[in-house]
């Protein structure tokens, strides 16, 4: 049983909030449909957990608005104001600012063959991924934070 499922059963709503936020930093494309099932579950039981957004910050219903630092942005936003829509547009904007990972092909890398991307770019292309891990670390503390505050 995941933490998500397990907080939404005991009805923990800091433990859901939580959850939801690591889903979306872990997997900005929610490839197994978690945290949708968890809001269709959130909605099913009656668990009153959502905030009323704030306003703070926009919610943009362009797409051409959609990158991955207004998707940062958004996770950051949620930790103080979890908005049902803030949550649902965060969905919507990692699928399209992550989108080139989720069609991209996993090639084969080892020591002995480093990726294309790297020799390409000199090697740069992982600093997106650490900023995404580093990002993802940030919001994993602050939602133990709450959980613990």
Same mark, same amino acid.
């Not at 490839?31 to 959502?50: F, H, P, V």
């Not at 063959?113 to 292309?125: F, L, T, V």
């Not at 997106?128 to 990002?135: E, L, N, Q």
């Given at each position: +049983?995941?933490?998500?499922? &397990?907080?939404?059963?005991?009805?923990?709503?800091? %433990?859901? $909030?939580?959850?939801?936020?690591?889903?979306? #930093?872990?997997?900005?494309?929610?490839?197994? %449909? &978690?945290? $949708?099932?968890?809001?269709?579950?959130?909605?099913?039981?009656?668990?009153? +957990?959502?905030?009323? /957004?704030?306003?703070?910050?926009?919610?943009?219903?362009? !797409?051409?608005?959609?990158? $991955?630092? @207004?998707?940062?942005?958004?996770?950051? /936003?949620?930790?103080?104001?979890?908005?049902? &829509? %803030?949550?649902e547009l965060a969905l919507k904007v990692g699928r399209h600012a992550y989108r080139e990972e989720l069609n991209r092909p996993k090639e084969p890398t080892g020591p002995s063959r480093p !990726?294309?991307?790297?020799? #390409?770019?000199?090697?740069?292309?992982? =600093?997106? $991924? @650490? +900023? +995404?891990?580093?990002? =993802? *670390? *940030?919001? *994993?503390?602050?939602?133990? @934070?709450?959980?613990?505050?």
């Amino acid at each position: +049983m995941s933490k998500l499922t &397990e907080a939404i059963q005991t009805k923990n709503i800091r %433990g859901i $909030k939580s959850a939801i936020l690591a889903y979306l #930093s872990a997997d900005p494309l929610d490839r197994s %449909g &978690e945290i $949708k099932q968890a809001i269709a579950t959130i909605d099913a039981t009656g668990i009153a +957990m959502w905030e009323q /957004h704030d306003g703070t910050t926009p919610l943009f219903t362009e !797409s051409v608005k959609w990158t $991955k630092d @207004y998707f940062a942005e958004l996770q950051a /936003h949620l930790i103080t104001n979890f908005s049902k &829509e %803030g949550v649902e547009l965060a969905l919507k904007v990692g699928r399209h600012a992550y989108r080139e990972e989720l069609n991209r092909p996993k090639e084969p890398t080892g020591p002995s063959r480093p !990726s294309s991307k790297s020799q #390409s770019k000199g090697g740069n292309d992982d =600093a997106g $991924k @650490y +900023m +995404m891990a580093g990002a =993802a *670390v *940030v919001v *994993v503390g602050i939602a133990l @934070y709450l959980i613990l505050k």
